[in-house]
């Protein structure tokens, strides 16, 4: 099975300033088919997982374009350009190269 | 509006049994593949189990295979999942969720509110 590694698991940010968040799989997320499925979730306090960022860099519908994704291969990184207040709470990257998909243990992004 | 409703979580003793529900609406539920996810108190995701559009494929997360069971109804659009067997390691926040369409890559894009499920004596 693949495994998801995410740094830092916790990431105290000023407001306004960028945060960024990294995820390494155990094994490289590139398909057969060519396509690397690498989808970055949110989840605020008390809510549940929201969709960002789908095969590594595409913004899902409604998200803000702070929100950005990179990466190939093995790694990849989400970036928030400028962090504002309803960004605090726990950021998942996911893998869907390979069953089972995985998730990343979390990173916890809070206000300084 | 594109919901997923899930329902049937609760207060269960080790080894017993619970069937969770999960109600979608506003999208033409047998055309998706859908999973539930489940995430313990204070811990992160873990997903549990895959079901095709049709129904004719399934999988498991280890943890749980033999113990729990998948399924759908299209008709009623809703998916179920069968807990059988209890465990105190599975109570959690049980999580369904939509696979998103060929374009997003599998990448889930619909979550429900999630059902809680404790296992306690």
């Known amino acids: 099975d693949i495994v998801m590694t995410q740094t830092p698991l916790s990431s105290p940010v000023t407001l306004g300033q960028p945060a960024s968040i990294s995820c390494r799989s155990s094994?490289?997320?590139?398909?057969?088919?060519?396509?690397?499925?690498l989808s970055w979730l949110q989840q605020r306090p008390g809510q549940p997982p929201r969709l960002l960022i789908y095969k590594i860099s595409n913004r899902f519908s409604g998200v803000p374009d702070r929100f950005s994704g990179s990466g190939a291969g093995t790694d990849f990184t989400l970036k928030i350009s400028r962090v504002e207040a309803e960004d605090v709470g726990v950021y998942y990257c996911m893998q869907a190269t390979q069953f089972p998909p995985a998730f990343g243990q979390g990173t916890k992004v809070e206000i300084k | 509006e594109v919901q997923l409703v899930e329902s049937g979580g609760g207060l269960v003793q080790p080894g017993g049994s619970l069937r969770l529900s999960c109600a979608a609406s506003?999208?033409?539920?047998?055309?998706?593949?859908m999973n539930w996810v489940r995430q313990a108190p204070g811990k992160g995701l873990e997903w549990v189990s895959y079901i095709s559009s049709s129904g004719s494929t399934i999988y498991y997360a280890d943890s749980v295979k033999g113990r729990f069971t998948i399924s759908r109804d299209n008709a009623k659009n809703s998916l179920y999942l069968q807990m059988n067997s209890l465990r105190a390691e599975d109570t959690a926040v049980y999580y369904c969720?939509?696979?998103?369409?060929?374009?997003?890559?599998?990448?889930?894009?619909?979550w429900g509110q999630g059902t809680m499920v404790t296992v306690s004596s």
């Open positions: 969720a939509r696979d998103g369409e060929w374009e997003l890559g599998d990448a889930f894009d619909i």
């Open positions: 506003g999208f033409t539920f047998s055309s998706y593949e």
């Open positions: 094994q490289s997320l590139v398909h057969s088919d060519g396509n690397t499925y």
